[in-house]
């Protein structure tokens, strides 16, 4: 299943992401710091979606109340969710 999640309160803009069940394939982060996007979706790559989610749910950038990957965490839940 491909989806696409518009981020909320980050620097970057769109989550295009890739799961197989509940197994995260592949993610692209559009805008953002671009070794930190990449080194999120190298290390999130084949891993389940809960787990992602327990490890990245609430992290923070700086004085910001999200980050890139707690946005992640809101696209993988809104992706589960649409699936049903």
Do not use: H
């Not at 995260?24 to 996007?37: K, L, Q």
């Not at 979706?41 to 999200?66: F, H, P, Y």
Request: proline residues 1%.
């Amino acid at each position: 299943m491909k989806y696409s999640y518009t981020t909320k309160g980050t620097c970057s803009r769109r989550i295009d992401l890739e799961l197989d069940g509940d197994v995260v394939r592949s993610v692209e982060f559009i805008g953002g710091c671009n070794g930190n996007t990449k080194g999120i979706a190298a290390l999130v790559k084949g891993m389940k979606v809960d787990d992602v989610i327990a490890r990245c749910e609430g992290i923070r950038c700086g004085m910001k109340s999200t980050s890139c990957p707690d946005q992640l965490t809101c696209a993988l839940k809104e992706a589960m969710a649409q699936r049903g």
